[in-house]
């Protein structure tokens, strides 16, 4: 079964909204959390690294403002996208580590699409 | 500059048939090479972990080999199912970082 949860699996919002993802580890505590965006027919791209406790690691080009990261436990990180455009249109996934060791495994959500109107 | 590619990028085979996914790296220092399948829609499920001191590895139908000295992988599918049809991505740790190739988009067809 899953062992991390992304909620919704879908969402339509209006421009100018923001939207909150969720991420859960299920039956492990994740101390690194990963966000990622993904367009069609292409890989993922790493949007920024949460850390539980602290500031997220943003990749380059990525708002910090725009796309607010929040790992407030060991179980629990969110991604909100703020007052949102049709070109953040996207499918949004999550990573977390299971473990400290660079070998840990790292499962995956089953990622959100977000649709802005 | 740390980069994965993947060949091909894309590949339509009959079922019931064999097939093998490669990709390169450039990924140093290099901890680990995951190979991740990915249903349309859905996000990237664990198939295998290699380290440096692994050469092969399997899971089921797959089996994943690791050449760490020219920095090459290659997924294998063995009897192809119409399930098996999904993008198919190679990912390189180094330390906490993660680099993901483009993937390989596999079609099966009965």
């Known amino acids: 079964g899953a062992v991390v949860s992304q909620h919704p699996s879908w969402v339509i919002c209006k421009s100018g909204t923001s939207v909150k993802i969720e991420c859960r580890s299920l039956d492990f505590q994740a101390t690194t959390m990963f966000w990622y965006r993904q367009f069609p027919k292409q890989s993922l791209m790493l949007m920024a690294t949460s850390n539980e406790g602290s500031k997220a690691t943003y990749e380059q080009g990525v708002e910090k403002d725009k796309f607010l990261i929040n790992h407030a436990s060991l179980t629990l990180s969110t991604l909100t996208v703020t007052s949102a455009h049709p070109e953040d249109s996207s499918f949004y996934i999550c990573s977390a580590k299971r473990g400290q060791g660079f070998n840990s495994p790292l499962h995956f959500g089953n990622g959100t699409r977000l649709t802005v109107t | 500059k740390n980069q994965v590619e993947q060949s091909p990028q894309s590949l339509i085979i009959l079922e019931g048939k064999n097939c093998t996914l490669q990709?390169?790296?450039?990924?140093?220092?290099?901890?680990?090479l995951r190979w991740y399948k990915q249903d349309t829609g859905r996000g990237p499920v664990s198939l295998t972990i290699m380290t440096f001191s692994e050469n092969t590895k399997s899971n089921g139908r797959y089996t994943a080999t690791l050449d760490a000295d020219t920095k090459q992988s290659s997924l294998h599918i063995t009897a192809s199912q119409l399930s098996d049809s999904a993008s198919y991505i190679c990912?390189?740790?180094?330390?906490?970082?993660?680099?993901f190739g483009t993937g390989t988009s596999l079609t099966v067809i009965p």
């Open positions: 990709c390169n790296y450039t990924v140093s220092p290099f901890s680990n």
């Open positions: 990912v390189v740790g180094t330390g906490n970082q993660f680099y």
